[in-house]
């Protein structure tokens, strides 16, 4: 039987603190052809669909190999490419597995604001969430070490994860919004010196 809150506890922690690096390598090799946010979702829902995720060793090449895979699709769907035709050589040409300084450096920063977050639920909270996912207990194991009934250990693993995940869309929309209005802030400027 598949723990769904379990897989998506997994997935805010395994998993979205590479969205960023993911998004921009999705940008910059594939955005011409896909919707970059299609694709993302895409890759959330088939891994949030997984029956478990215990065989995943390495989240964010998972990760990334999933996105891959539905931007592929996409494409084939499209008929923007025919695949049969590349070569394994052709494809090591498009597949980029080696993370560059800059990626490393994000994905750091993602599981650090992950684990700030992390950091502000309440001790319970975070307990649970370390106790299933980190060490792996099962949802019985987890209530009895901590004195509390199964069903407390459910319930904190969903708020746990409703609080990390609204706070990431958050801090996410204020950095968008920050952005856009940089750039705004770039084009009047542009707009202005072109009047004189």
């Not at 993370?99 to 992950?114: I, K, N, S």
């Not at 977050?117 to 070490?145: F, N, Q, Y």
């Amino acid at each position: 039987m598949r723990d769904k809150n379990g897989i998506i506890v997994w997935i805010a922690r395994e998993i979205i603190p590479h969205e960023g690096a993911i998004r921009r390598w999705l940008t910059r090799h594939w955005s011409r052809v896909v919707d970059v946010d299609d694709v993302i979702q895409e890759a959330y829902c088939r891994i949030a669909n997984l029956a478990s995720v215990d065989h995943i060793d390495n989240p964010g090449g998972y990760f990334h190999r999933t996105v891959s895979a539905v931007a592929t699709d996409q494409m084939r769907r499209a008929g923007i490419i025919n695949f049969t035709t590349m070569t394994q050589i052709e494809w090591s040409n498009v597949i980029d597995d080696e993370p560059l300084a800059d990626r490393a450096l994000e994905t750091r920063q993602e599981l650090d604001r992950v684990n700030k977050l992390l950091g502000s639920l309440s001790d319970t909270c975070r307990k649970v969430i370390e106790l299933r996912r980190v060490e792996g207990l099962s949802r019985k194991e987890t209530a009895e070490r901590l004195g509390v009934s199964e069903n407390d250990v459910k319930n904190h693993l969903v708020r746990g994860l409703q609080k990390i995940m609204g706070e990431m869309a958050e801090q996410d929309a204020r950095s968008d919004y920050d952005v856009l209005m940089a750039d705004a802030k770039k084009d009047r400027a542009i707009g202005k010196r072109r009047l004189h």
